[in-house]
C-alpha cells in the first residue's frame, strides 16, 4: 500500500530542482514553506468541506491532493512518507487516549 506514497515522494524530490515554469511542483517549491502550507491549507479545507458532502468519490479525490501536498511538505522538510509510516506503526496497538496523553506538552 505504501509503495504509491514512496514513488510519489521520488517523483516530488526529483521536481525540486525543475523549473517552476514547467512542473506545477517545482513552482511549489519556489514558493517555499509558506506557499506550501497555504496550498496544504486549502486542501484540508476542501477535504472538510468534500466529508460534509454525501459524494464518496469526491472526499477519495481531496483526500488524495492533501496527501499528495503534505508529500510535498515533508520533501521540502527533507522528509518522506517512511518517517510518517514508521511514526504511525509506532503508535498502532496503543489506545489514542493513552498516546495523546504520553505526548509532551
Same mark, same amino acid.
Given at each position: 500500500?505504501?509503495?504509491?506514497?514512496?514513488?510519489?515522494?521520488?517523483?516530488?524530490?526529483?521536481?525540486?530542482?525543475?523549473?517552476?515554469? +514547467?512542473?506545477?511542483?517545482?513552482?511549489?517549491?519556489?514558493?517555499?514553506?509558506?506557499?506550501?502550507?497555504?496550498?496544504?491549507?486549502?486542501?484540508?479545507? +476542501?477535504?472538510?468541506?468534500?466529508?460534509?458532502?454525501?459524494?464518496?468519490?469526491?472526499?477519495?479525490?481531496?483526500?488524495?491532493?492533501?496527501?499528495?501536498?503534505?508529500?510535498?511538505?515533508?520533501?521540502?522538510?527533507?522528509?518522506?512518507?517512511?518517517?510518517?509510516?514508521?511514526?504511525?506503526?509506532?503508535?498502532?496497538?496503543?489506545?489514542?487516549?493513552?498516546?495523546?496523553?504520553?505526548?509532551?506538552?
Amino acid at each position: 500500500m505504501s509503495d504509491i506514497l514512496t514513488e510519489l515522494s521520488q517523483v516530488i524530490d526529483s521536481r525540486k530542482t525543475a523549473s517552476p515554469a +514547467e512542473s506545477y511542483v517545482a513552482s511549489l517549491f519556489h514558493l517555499g514553506t509558506d506557499g506550501i502550507l497555504k496550498k496544504i491549507g486549502e486542501e484540508a479545507t +476542501e477535504v472538510i468541506m468534500a466529508g460534509k458532502g454525501t459524494d464518496r468519490a469526491t472526499v477519495i479525490h481531496e483526500v488524495a491532493d492533501l496527501w499528495f501536498h503534505t508529500l510535498i511538505l515533508l520533501s521540502s522538510l527533507d522528509l518522506g512518507p517512511a518517517e510518517v509510516l514508521a511514526e504511525l506503526e509506532s503508535r498502532h496497538g496503543i489506545s489514542g487516549l493513552a498516546e495523546k496523553a504520553s505526548r509532551k506538552k
